[in-house]
């Protein structure tokens, strides 16, 4: 295992993770915490959209390389299709749409003197790597030497997992396993009636324009309708199709022309967490000079201050106390106008046991499906016994 180099985070929760490197990389790799937090929100959607493992799901990592290094200030997802299945493994349709996204798909990006910087993809079903498959899709649209590569591994109970693939100085790429790996932590936000801090305040400046340009396509896909993380594996027990089927109407309203302008506000619970969410590339929000979160949870009554930046990262995590919570947002555009969305998340107060009880079930299904899959993989693929990955 390489020494780290200490410019490197751990991504604690709270903690900017900001920079990633290690000896083998001829350049650091620097983000904006706002969009690996959209990759990692879109990437934990679609992983609970489907059972067993949900969808993969993947993009272009936009942003710059300049001072000998590379910075991600921006990811457009892939709409892939998923014709060969839930992995995020391209049909001739999706390799079109891919080569699409990198010409007129980014024009207000290079805009900005912004260009592809390489790709990101979530892995539910493997562990973090480059298949054979990604290191063809690496080399055929991510040819040049800075150009990187983004694996992101969801956990139903644990932090995402995450990993960079890049070009040695001799050309090879290291693709069994990323050279470190590190946590995606959902985002927290302090929920005390003060300002939240931008999510990429900490990162130095440089040519990142003051205004975040217009995304095409949001990178957070909006989870299914009421989400309540036990509504959700009710919901995958009732069958996988309807899930897809949520999505699709929710991309459809998202982009229906003939409706006003919604930034699709939502809370959802996960793992405890209210999870507000809101479409950051909508039009209101674009507009938006800042906004506020007003979250009435029982008699606590908060108030999240959320300047543009912040709006644009397009959630903010909450530790909830009741069953019931009331969300409103506030935002104060341009011209004085105001745009009010609200949202309720209602928990099942009378259910805690029943909510522990599927949670628990969950729990316990995942590691059976872990311990099946690393099974099935060791019998296709190792000759030896592994001792190791045997389920208990
Ligand atoms: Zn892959």
Redesign the pocket.
């Known amino acids: 295992m390489p020494k780290m180099s200490p410019s490197v985070e751990t991504g604690q929760p709270g903690e900017a993770c900001q920079t990633w490197q290690v000896p083998e990389c001829p350049f650091p790799i620097e983000w904006s915490p706002a969009v690996l937090e959209a990759i990692r929100a879109a990437a934990m959607d679609a992983f609970f959209s489907l059972p067993h493992g949900g969808a ?1 799901i993947g993009g272009v990592l936009w942003g710059t390389r300049a001072g000998g290094r590379v910075r991600i200030l921006e990811a457009r997802p892939l709409e892939c299709e998923h014709a060969l299945g839930p ?2 493994t391209l049909s001739a349709k999706d390799h079109a749409r891919l080569a699409a996204l990198l010409e007129e798909g980014g024009r207000d990006l290079r805009a900005y003197g912004w260009e592809p910087v390489g790709w990101y ?1 979530s ?1 539910t079903r ?1 562990e973090i790597l ?2 054979a ?2 290191v063809e899709i690496h080399n055929r649209y991510f040819p040049d030497p800075w150009h990187v590569a983004l ?1 992101v591994r969801p956990h139903a109970m644990r932090p995402m997992r995450a990993g960079f693939f890049f070009r040695e100085a001799n050309g090879s790429i290291h693709a069994d396993s990323s050279y470190r790996e590190f946590l995606l932590q959902p985002a927290r936000e302090p929920v005390m009636e003060r300002a939240v801090s931008p999510a990429t305040a900490s990162l130095p400046p440089e040519p990142v324009p003051e205004r975040a340009p217009p995304a095409s396509v949001p990178v957070a896909t909006p989870p299914p309708k009421g989400s309540h993380r036990w509504h959700l594996w009710v919901a995958i027990a009732l069958g996988m199709a309807a899930g897809l089927v949520g999505l699709k109407i929710d991309w459809t309203r998202a982009f229906a022309a003939d409706r006003p302008p919604s930034v699709l506000l939502m809370a959802y619970d996960l793992d405890g967490q209210l999870q507000i969410r809101w479409d950051w590339t909508a039009e209101p929000i674009r507009s938006a000079e800042a906004g506020t979160l007003e979250i009435a949870d029982g008699a606590t009554h908060t108030v999240v201050a959320l300047e543009k930046q912040r709006l644009r990262s397009g959630t903010v995590s909450y530790a909830r106390i009741g069953a019931r919570v009331d969300v409103r947002l506030t935002l104060r555009q341009n011209g004085g106008k105001i745009h009010e969305e609200f949202t309720s998340f209602l928990g099942q107060a009378g259910a805690p046991e029943l909510r522990r009880e599927l949670r628990n079930q969950a729990v316990r299904t995942r590691e059976l499906e872990r311990a099946v899959a690393d099974l099935r993989r060791a019998g296709r693929s190792d000759p030896q016994p592994r001792g190791r990955d045997s389920p208990r």
Do not use: G, I, N, P
């Open positions: 993969e992995t995020f993809h892995h493997s480059l298949s498959q990604d694996v």
